[in-house]
């Protein structure tokens, strides 16, 4: 069964540090870009940050909020990516989400569309 | 980064067909035929039901229907049925000054 299980949410105070974890299982983790996608309460979807296989340099690129807080790494022997977060805001509240990249084959990765969700994990910053 | 611009709510009878637009620009949905649609009910994650303006993946039912025009995508379902109630959201790749994928605001969609 392909899946995505991510954990590490907790509830933390402004300017505190967490890391996610999301571990993959059912398909060959290694050749996969993962993304994350988080969910304020109530409000919409917003991509926090991706990063590509490690045949492609592991390359990481982030959305403006998360840009120079947050850092995502991939462990592929324990088919796992994390998300470190630093420095975080009241406003980095909701719920995380890990995700793969979609390959189409000749076509390559399609970076928007996400194939494989995890259930998503809470953090919650909160002085 | 500014999201794609989507209704807020759309609504209809079981068996009719509802329309969801998503409005972007000529540096996202414009520029390429990466257009995704995913559909979320509460306290779920996210599924993907469109990916690249029009193609299905595997599972995802033939009631569900997009297409695009210049800047701007839609998703249709058709034949609506009860568990299509949800929220939709549209996201395109984009010309990247940052990141380069966007969201749209999300439809609610309601099955009267």
């Known amino acids: 069964e392909v899946k995505l299980v991510e954990s590490g949410g907790a509830s933390v105070k402004p300017g505190g540090s967490l890391r996610l974890s999301c571990i993959a299982s059912?398909?060959?983790?290694?050749?996969?870009?993962m993304t994350w996608v988080r969910q304020s309460p109530g409000k919409g979807l917003e991509w926090v940050g991706r990063i590509k296989s490690r045949s492609d340099g592991a390359a990481t690129d982030y959305s403006p909020p998360a840009k120079g807080r947050f850092f995502i790494s991939r462990d592929d022997s324990n088919t796992t990516v994390h998300l470190n977060m630093l420095n975080l805001r009241i406003e980095d509240t909701g719920t995380y989400f890990c995700?793969?990249?979609?390959?189409?084959?000749?076509?390559?990765?399609?970076?928007?569309?996400?194939?494989?969700w995890g259930e998503g994990t809470t953090v919650t910053v909160s002085s | 980064q500014s999201a794609l611009t989507q209704p807020a709510s759309v609504s209809g009878s079981p068996g009719q067909s509802i329309t969801v637009s998503c409005i972007g620009t000529?540096?996202?949905?414009?520029?390429?035929?990466?257009v995704s649609w995913y559909q979320q009910h509460p306290g779920k994650a996210p599924k993907l039901i469109i990916y690249?303006?029009?193609r299905r993946p595997s599972g995802v039912s033939g009631r569900f229907s997009a297409s695009k025009s210049d800047n701007k995508a839609s998703l249709t379902i058709s034949g609506l049925q009860p568990e299509d109630d949800a929220d939709y959201y549209c996201a395109s790749y984009r010309i990247a000054t940052t990141f380069p994928g966007v969201f749209g605001t999300g439809t609610k969609v309601s099955v009267l």
């Open positions: 059912g398909f060959n983790f290694s050749v996969v870009w």
């Open positions: 000529s540096s996202d949905i414009g520029a390429f035929n990466l």
């Open positions: 690249s303006v029009s």
């Open positions: 995700a793969r990249v979609h390959f189409g084959g000749w076509s390559g990765y399609n970076e928007v569309a996400l194939d494989v």
